[in-house]
């Protein structure tokens, strides 16, 4: 199973809007709708931003969106702000009953 | 509130056993409602998906196919923890260890990590 594929990195300025995508298969992103954002910061272990390709878990800002289009899903973070500096990873559930992660984006905030 | 606290060695020779342990808080290992996961993070691989364990009127498991074979993971319903079992380790599996919670296709909680190092 390769990894989704995702740009190494983005960069924004604060209040700008970024967007990450994460490109799979129709062996996973394309065929369900089981995909899922994390965001890593440096030495800390992954925190769950989006669940089922656009659901936010309770206390994750709205700033945060996910959507999906075929073998794509991207993750939108609007009104960027400083602390969204982290590295961010996509992952999906796929036909094989197993998951695969992205490879990562580094979101810098100029 | 949901807490994961994982436990196990940091050093592992070549060709030995790595096992690793996560104890839950908040939750049962038996919940059929959630999956319990083993996750790694290296720089060369990134995030890698281990495999699952889980119980839906019975306990199932899901591996990674690169690691079927040397894996497994096994739940104990008397001390509410899953374990992680990787045999044969080479110098590449050297990672972070994590074990996460997942429901609804999203893993919310995750353990604090653990360092594994494989080295004579």
């Known amino acids: 199973q390769s990894a989704l594929t995702q740009p190494p990195s983005v960069s924004g300025s604060p209040g700008q809007s970024v967007t990450i995508s994460c490109t799979g298969t129709s062996s996973d992103v394309g065929y369900y709708n089981r995909v899922s954002w994390y965001r890593q910061p440096p030495g800390t272990a992954p925190q769950l931003m989006i669940y089922?390709?656009?659901n936010r878990p309770s206390g994750v800002p709205d700033r945060f969106s996910g959507s999906k289009s075929g073998n794509t899903a991207s993750l939108t973070i609007s009104g960027l702000q400083a602390e969204d500096e982290a590295d961010y990873y996509c992952a999906s559930y796929t036909t094989s009953i197993t998951y695969v992660f992205g490879t990562g984006t580094r979101v810098n905030v100029l | 509130q949901v807490q994961l606290q994982q436990s196990g060695p940091g050093l592992v020779k070549p060709s030995q056993t790595l096992s690793l342990t996560c104890a839950i808080s908040g939750d049962s290992v038996s919940s059929n409602i959630v999956g319990w996961h083993w996750i790694r993070q290296s720089p060369s691989r990134g995030l890698e998906w281990l495999g699952r364990t889980y119980y839906r009127s019975k306990w199932y498991n899901d591996y990674a196919v690169s690691m079927r074979g040397r894996i497994t993971i096994d739940a104990d319903t008397s001390k509410n923890q899953f374990s992680l079992h990787l045999n044969s380790v080479t110098p590449e599996d050297t990672a972070v260890y994590y074990c996460?919670?997942?429901?609804?296709?999203?893993?919310?909680?995750w353990g604090q990590g653990t360092t594994v190092t494989v080295s004579s």
């Open positions: 996460a919670r997942n429901r609804y296709f999203g893993m919310a909680v």
């Open positions: 089922e390709v656009a």
